[in-house]
């Protein structure tokens, strides 16, 4: 008696349905395996075909949810592709391997770096990255000193030198309590990061030319420390729209603050870095803000 085998689940198929699920968005999943999302799409199709079952489904605003039988295969798929990956990558020499040094503010780490190294370290399992959190003007004197490969960093920092890549650019806005209202004290209580942080200074010059009364009332060594006296009432901030956790909103023009300037973030090399390492992960660095960025655009 001849016994049937199962269908057998192409990874690809797997690899396609995971990064949406884990993007929340066909078109960064797209992005991360280098197709088309009309492609991406059509492997989710054959894949629920092979299944029979529905797997993804869109909910209000077009978002992408995973459905009952998609959050079931979910896990082990993962599990599966990881298999996959092992074995391919010990039957295969790496093409690109060694050592990357990067340098990074805490604030942008904790935005893009987790996606940056997981995406990164999928196609390239033999590098190490060594990654080094600072302020940017401790960064640019490590990059100086040749402890670092590559950086991001401030825009307006002092000591940026060389030529610059811009990763990203968009508005600085002032942030309070959703719950509490320190915007309307007066003096103005203010949370800055210390240590000449650009956003602080752009802060102040805008009071200042204002003429609104103010008091530093708290610092920190990175923006993300002022977060938390904000979320207790005690003060405003400054930020970027796209960072904020919850219980923070930004404050709308009306509510008597003065604007503040455009904000960037640049990435810097060091001319002597290792290659094509270096070159591999800076790659990836600029693909990853371009993503994000697409994806801020589409949501405003």
Not at 13 to 33: C, D, K, M
Not at 44 to 49: D, F, G, I, K, P
Request: some cysteine.
């Amino acid at each position: 008696m001849t016994m049937t085998l199962p269908t057998g689940l192409d990874p690809d198929l797997l690899r396609a349905f995971a990064y949406i699920a884990e993007e929340g968005s066909f078109t960064r999943a797209a992005q991360r395996v280098g197709r088309t999302q009309s492609a991406v799409s059509m492997q989710v199709q054959r894949l629920e075909a092979l299944l029979g079952q529905r797997l993804l489904s869109r909910g209000k605003g077009g978002a992408v949810q995973v459905t009952p039988h998609g959050q079931f295969l979910l896990q082990r798929a993962r599990e599966l592709l990881a298999l996959n990956d092992e074995i391919w990558t010990s039957f295969r020499a790496p093409t690109v391997q060694g050592t990357v040094r990067l340098g990074t503010p805490d604030d942008y780490a904790l935005r893009y770096l987790p996606q940056i190294l997981k995406r990164f370290a999928d196609s390239y399992p033999a590098v190490q990255v060594d990654v080094l959190c600072m302020t940017s003007r401790d960064l640019l004197q490590r990059l100086r000193e040749g402890e670092l490969d590559l950086t991001l960093c401030s825009e307006g920092t002092p000591g940026i030198i060389g030529p610059t890549v811009p990763l990203w650019r968009g508005p600085l806005t002032w942030i309070t309590s959703t719950v509490h209202a320190p915007h309307r004290l007066d003096p103005l209580p203010v949370a800055l990061a210390a240590d000449h942080c650009t956003w602080a200074a752009a802060a102040l010059r805008a009071l200042d030319g204002m003429g609104r009364r103010y008091r530093v009332a708290y610092q920190s060594a990175t923006q993300l420390g002022t977060h938390a006296p904000v979320l207790a009432g005690l003060a405003v901030t400054v930020s970027t729209i796209s960072w904020l956790p919850d219980g923070l909103r930004p404050l709308r023009p009306e509510e008597g603050l003065p604007p503040l300037p455009d904000f960037g973030i640049l990435l810097l090399r060091n001319p002597d870095a290792r290659q094509p390492v270096t070159d591999a992960l800076a790659a990836y660095i600029a693909e990853t803000f371009e993503a994000e960025t697409l994806r801020d655009r589409a949501a405003a």
